[in-house]
Antibody, heavy 124, light 113 residues
Framework: QVHLQESGPGLLKPSETLSLTCTVS????????WTWIRQSPAKGLEWIGN???????NYNPSLRSRATISVDTSKNQFSLQLTSVSTADVGIYYC??????????????????WGQGTRVIVSS | DIVMTQSPDSLAVSLGATATINCKSS????????????LAWYQQKTGQPPKLLIS???TRESGVPDRFSGSGSGTDFTLTISSLQTEDVAIYYC?????????FGQGTKLEIK
């Protein structure tokens, strides 16, 4: 059974860069899209972006190019960097598995499984 | 962007009764390429991440009780929970995964009356 676990500093100062890593265990990172989602009282659940195991990425335009998602297949991990954080970036950050793609097609069924989430606080 | 709007924001239903949650997308989430509806429902209990219940608008995930059912087409979708149990208390979200950004609804809080 695939398990995802987020890790990274949970307390940042305004203007710093948030760096989170998601470690995938119990299965290979290959052939899947891997996703970052965050949740806050103000914005609810917000899709941040995803990365395919090959390295191609998609992002939510609302983050105005502050987000970078990368993958390290040798470590079965993928990561999120979010620059210039502010109090608007406070919330719980989740990683999750998305679509499975083979040579000829993709199977899409939403996000499953999810990590337990990591809380991010921004305070001076 | 496809905007997802759920109704109601909250509801209270008696044990054993049926709960109905609605979700409307601002445009169709049907893929003519794959002939599938890219609409998912999630359940989030307090202190836990969301759990995928239903994908493709009506396909229950493995292990999800059959009292959870999804229906709908075009831009209007429904999650129905029959024979409501105490463990169903949660916030329920719909989400489209047809096109990025993969937006979620604002959530519907389900409580026991």
């Amino acid at each position: 059974q695939v398990h995802l676990q987020e890790s990274g500093p949970g307390l940042l100062k305004p203007s710093e860069t948030l760096s989170l890593t998601c470690t995938v265990s119990g299965g290979s990172i290959g052939n899947y899209y891997w996703t970052w989602i965050r949740q806050s009282p103000a914005k609810g659940l917000e899709w941040i972006g995803n990365v395919y195991y090959s390295g191609s990425t998609n992002y939510n335009p609302s983050l105005r190019s502050r987000a970078t998602i990368s993958v390290d297949t040798s470590k079965n991990q993928f990561s999120l960097q979010l620059t210039s954080v502010s109090t608007a970036d406070v919330g719980i950050y989740y990683c999750a598995r998305g679509a499975y793609c083979s040579y000829s097609s993709c199977s899409l069924r939403g996000f499953d499984p999810w990590g337990q989430g990591t809380r991010v606080i921004v305070s001076s | 962007d496809i905007v997802m709007t759920q109704s109601p924001d909250s509801l209270a239903v008696s044990l054993g009764a049926t709960a109905t949650i609605n979700c409307k997308s601002s445009q169709s989430v049907f893929s003519s390429y794959t002939n599938e509806i890219y609409l998912a429902w999630y359940q989030q209990k307090t202190g836990q991440p969301p759990k995928l219940l239903i994908s493709r608008a009506s396909t229950r995930e493995s292990g999800v009780p059959d009292r959870f059912s999804g229906s709908g087409s075009g831009t209007d979708f429904t999650l129905t929970i029959s024979s409501l149990q105490t463990e169903d208390v949660a916030i329920y979200y719909c989400q489209q995964y047809l096109s990025t950004p993969y937006n979620f609804g604002q959530g519907t809080k389900l409580e026991i009356k």
